[in-house]
């Protein structure tokens, strides 16, 4: 039986030719992914004023773990900045602290916020929490480090796509559950919340090839769960099963129409409106998955990376003099 998809956003189409598509990862696909070159991040500094540092935090078990720190050049440091703690994608299996960096750049040029990458471990290596463990132990050494940094603890802002996105709303979780420390927003692009992988869009992108597909997302989740059963999952890894969604700082949420994780992320803002939370929820018809951080220059990711600067804009209260 043929299942209907929504058709892809012409541009996106035509770009999308070109590019070699696959629907099923494994180990050994994995293993040469892993092996093809890091995002050039001298290229996209370049042009760029900024201040870049590089330091390594432990996490709970000891392990390093790298974060990147950029910083707009020769501007006020009376002035706190805003701050954008970024997550990066690849489906919790691949990527590095570098990869979709020129999303958080973008504000970096507009808000002169401060962006902090971390480079969290990956799956299959690290599994069950391990990873949105190591992304909290980087938030918190922002925190703890923000008058150094030059950042507003009060203008933190945690982001991420696809895999990141789902890190950033477990971070956002438990920071709630912990108290600490404070976040003005969460920014969740495309992001991978539910483990389950039992939507009617997951369904809708399995059996094709495509970027992201439902048989590599249940290999992405394999990979970090393991062998643990649908009841053993913690809300801070799959963000989709937790029971209360209340008490969040406001959220953007984005996605595809042509994508896996379109009805998992509508859900998402769904249950927080519900929760009495603020929710900002965008489905880019046409838009498959990670559609503006792989062609940037389409006019719907123009207009997708345009929408969520404006937000930003919206949403970050006012310096707070720190």
């Known amino acids: 039986m043929t299942t209907a998809r929504p058709a892809l956003d012409p541009e996106l189409r035509e770009l999308l030719a070109d590019m070699p598509l696959m629907s099923q990862l494994s180990p050994e696909v994995l293993a040469q992914l892993r092996r093809l070159p890091s995002t050039p991040i001298e290229s996209l500094l370049a042009h760029r004023h900024v201040d870049r540092r590089e330091v390594t935090v432990p996490a709970k078990d000891g392990a390093p773990i790298p974060l990147s720190v950029f910083s707009p050049a020769n501007t006020d440091r009376t002035t706190a900045a805003p ?27 507009e808000f002169g916020a401060v962006v902090v990458s971390v480079d969290y471990r990956l799956a299959p290596e690290a ?11 980087g938030l918190l050494w922002v925190a703890e480090h923000s008058a150094e940094l030059g950042i507003d603890p009060t203008r933190i802002v945690v982001a991420g796509a696809s895999a990141g996105g789902g ?23 495309c992001p991978m919340l539910d483990h389950r992988n039992t939507s009617t869009s997951s369904r809708q992108y399995s059996g094709v090839p495509g970027v992201w597909t439902g048989e590599m997302n249940e290999f992405g989740w394999r990979s970090v769960l393991g062998e643990l059963a649908d009841g053993e999952v913690s809300a801070y890894i799959s963000p989709a099963v937790a ?62 990376r345009r929408t969520r600067t404006a937000w930003l804009a919206r949403v970050l209260p006012p310096n707070s003099g720190a």
């Open 83 to 109: 701050c954008v703690y970024w997550m990066h994608g690849g489906g919790m299996v691949m990527g590095d602290r570098f990869s979709q960096i020129d999303i958080p750049l973008e504000w970096l040029d």
């Open 127 to 137: 599994t069950g929490t391990a990873l949105v463990e190591d992304c909290y132990q």
């Open 167 to 189: 890190l950033a709303a477990g971070v956002t979780l438990l920071t709630r559950d912990l108290g600490t420390p404070a976040i003005a927003a969460q920014m969740l692009i």
């Open 243 to 304: 029971n209360d969604l209340s008490g969040l700082p406001t959220t953007y949420v984005d996605t595809g129409s042509a994508e896996v994780f379109r009805d998992e992320d509508a859900d998402y803002a769904t249950r927080i409106w519900a929760a009495g939370g603020q929710a900002e929820l965008h489905i880019w018809a046409g838009g498959f998955h990670g559609f503006d951080a792989l062609y940037p220059q389409a006019h719907i990711s123009t207009t997708a």
